[in-house]
T-cell receptor, first 114, second 115 residues
Framework: GNSVTQMEGPVTLSEEAFLTINCTYTATGYPSLFWYVQYPGEGLQLLLKATKADDKGSNKGFEATYRKETTSFHLEKGSVQVSDSAVYFCALSGTYPAGNKLTFGGGTRVLVKP | EPEVTQTPSHQVTQMGQEVILRCVPISNHLYFYWYRQILGQKVEFLVSFYNNEISEKSEIFDDQFSVERPDGSNFTLKIRSTKLEDSAMYFC?????????????FGQGTRLTVV
């Protein structure tokens, strides 16, 4: 079945540092890939997505590229801020007929210090 | 901005009791989901619901669980007889469509503690 593996945290960074969170997946077919973020006390919010190989999703300075050859979807940000402190979840969608079911990675807690 | 709301935010219940977790999805959405996250573990899919019936469920979603959309706005998850291992954060989500690239909007979660 589908599975997602992402690096364990916590990841502690200084402000303006470069952030990478690794995510690899196993899936049949051609899933869509997502990064969700959970800020303290809030629900999961979609950060970015990519729906096919070589697509790059981007939002709020974060980027991730759908790499089919390495089955990866690593999240990157060039210069983090304290407000980026959150838990980040990599996820993939099912494929037909279960297209709307998400499989999540374990989440990576990121703490950005001033 | 429309959002998914869940109540209560925290529920404590005794083992063997029934609990109902409530969710109000975004009003024009047609697909509804429950996920859960046991502390320190992954967010896991429980069930999806469309057109007033379950469209898919995981192996976790056994006979102790049920879902309902009683009045066209609320979407509930009932656990008939809670066990200690049901303690988790439960997330409700909704989406406009059911396609693989659809965005699911999540609520803030209900933390269920079974004692």
């Amino acid at each position: 079945g589908n599975s997602v593996t992402q690096m364990e945290g916590p990841v502690t960074l200084s402000e303006e540092a470069f952030l990478t969170i690794n995510c690899t997946y196993t899936a049949t077919g051609y899933p869509s890939l997502f990064w969700y973020v959970q800020y303290p006390g809030e629900g999961l919010q979609l950060l970015l997505k990519a729906t096919k190989a070589d697509d790059k999703g981007s939002n709020k300075g974060f980027e991730a590229t759908y790499r089919k050859e390495t089955t990866s979807f690593h999240l990157e940000k060039g210069s983090v801020q304290v407000s980026d402190s959150a838990v980040y979840f990599c996820a993939l969608s099912g494929t037909y007929p279960a297209g709307n079911k998400l499989t999540f990675g374990g989440g990576t807690r990121v703490l950005v210090k001033p | 901005e429309p959002e998914v709301t869940q109540t209560p935010s925290h529920q404590v219940t005794q083992m063997g009791q029934e609990v109902i977790l409530r969710c109000v999805p975004i009003s024009n959405h047609l697909y509804f989901y429950w996920y859960r996250q046991i502390l320190g573990q992954k967010v896991e899919f429980l069930v999806s619901f469309y057109n007033n019936e379950i469209s898919e469920k995981s192996e976790i979603f056994d006979d102790q669980f049920s879902v309902e959309r009683p009045d066209g706005s609320n979407f509930t998850l009932k656990i008939r007889s809670t066990k200690l291992e049901d303690s988790a954060m439960y997330f409700c989500a909704s989406s406009e469509t059911g396609g693989a690239n659809t965005e699911a909007f999540f609520g803030q979660g209900t933390r269920l503690t079974v004692v």
